[in-house]
């Protein structure tokens, strides 16, 4: 080797397809939109798309996910391109899962699993590499056949991180043991957690919410003037993160946390408890969306769901449409400067998203547009909480 030539380790990537089914009652823009995500999912994750597939039909095939044509036109495709992956938009069921890597003879992807990889490589903390890896497990018991025969032949790789890489988790029982034995660590840390969450200073507390990838951490950024890990991809932040906010006349607590997703995998959402008591016990939600995506009223309503499902949604709230400097035409008329412009901030106040959606604002986090009125949008926020103000010399 020449002296001083470097050397490429950087891993390559792993080529993807995605495959999806549009239901009865769903419009083909939607499935579109949802290929969309999965294909920012499987980009988050590291690999590199080369074809996606969408199938109408009334519902999945029980065996095949997809039909019997539409599978050997797949099948054709990830033989003549090199394919290692086909990711599909839904959970399969264990003999999906099964049957599909028979024929297709390639590693098979579902949302969740991809989802889980993601969670596995973007775990930083103690607590947060121990909830992905109690979900993963979870995950993978009613998959135990299918999975051993799989990683016999395939090593490593997407959707191939945590449990299911070492030989003694082909065993079932150790699986379970396993199981158990997270469950005991994240109980003591969630016990630990509880502890301080209840030794800190006796001051309101207001969570940042919202899908994932808004722009929560750059709003926690600016908000506590900290500097919180935020990169444009799904799920930058994993673990809670809390500042303490002074402002004159009001001092709070801060959290930002993980965001939430279309069919977020639910053993995810039970193992994340301790990340999420951040939110059920927040005294009020700034619910952040991010209004230049064309799905947003969607991403609005699984939130909300989300909320439900983990009891705390009966919060005041604040609607937050981050990126208003995003948007087009009929907002932003041709030529407009949305960054000295009060007519449009006029007609986004006087639009059906403020009319339709209770309290909101318009901000643009990462252009800073808007923040003055952010922050006594805030302050209401607390009052609204019943917390008193405090004064600071």
């Avoid at 019997?68 to 003999?95: C, N, Q, R, T």
């Avoid at 299918?146 to 079932?172: A, C, F, N, V, Y």
């Avoid at 009001?250 to 279309?262: E, N």
């Amino acid at each position: 080797m020449a002296k001083g030539k470097l050397i490429d380790t950087a891993k390559p990537a792993e080529y993807a397809v995605l495959v999806g089914v549009i239901s009865a009652m769903q419009r083909s823009e939607q499935a579109e939109e949802y290929l969309d995500e999965l294909e920012f999912l499987a980009l988050t994750a590291g690999a590199e798309v080369k074809n996606r597939y969408l199938q109408r039909l009334h519902h999945p095939h029980p065996r095949t996910y997809i039909g019997e044509g539409k599978l050997e036109e797949i099948a054709g495709y990830v033989a003549a391109h090199e394919i290692d992956m086909v990711i599909f938009d839904d959970e399969l069921s264990p003999s999906q899962l099964r049957n599909l890597e028979q024929i297709l003879k390639v590693k098979i992807l579902d949302r969740s699993n991809l989802i889980l990889d993601i969670f596995a490589s973007r775990a930083r903390t103690a607590q947060a590499r121990y909830q992905v890896e109690l979900a993963q497990a979870q995950y993978l018991l009613p998959r135990l056949t299918r999975m051993w025969t799989h990683l016999s032949k395939q090593k490593g790789g997407i959707g191939m991180k945590g449990p299911g890489e070492t030989e003694i988790e082909t065993d079932r029982r150790a699986l379970r043991n396993k199981i158990d034995k997270l469950k005991e660590r994240l109980a003591l840390i969630d016990k630990q957690a509880l502890t301080q969450r209840r030794n800190r200073d006796n001051k309101p507390r207001v969570a940042l919410v919202g899908y994932t990838n808004v722009g929560k951490s750059t709003l926690m950024n600016l908000i506590s003037k900290s500097e919180v890990f935020a990169e444009n991809k799904l799920f930058a932040t994993l673990d809670s993160t809390v500042r303490k906010v002074d402002w004159p006349g009001l001092s709070f607590l801060l959290t930002d946390t993980v965001g939430f997703i279309r069919k977020l995998p639910h053993q995810l959402v039970e193992c994340f408890k301790s990340t999420l008591d951040e939110i059920r016990e927040a005294d009020a939600l700034l619910h952040v969306v991010d209004i230049s995506h064309p799905g947003f009223e969607e991403q609005i309503r699984v939130v909300n769901e989300t909320l439900k499902e983990i009891g705390a949604r009966n919060k005041p709230v604040l609607l937050v449409f981050n990126k208003m400097d995003a948007l087009k035409e009929p907002f932003i008329l041709e030529g407009e400067d949305v960054q000295n412009s009060d007519a449009y901030l006029n007609r986004l106040k006087n639009s059906y998203m403020a009319r339709e959606n209770g309290q909101v604002v318009f901000i643009s986090a990462g252009k800073k547009l808007n923040i003055e009125e952010l922050r006594e949008k805030i302050v209401d926020l607390v009052k609204l909480a019943g917390k008193s103000l405090k004064t600071f010399e």
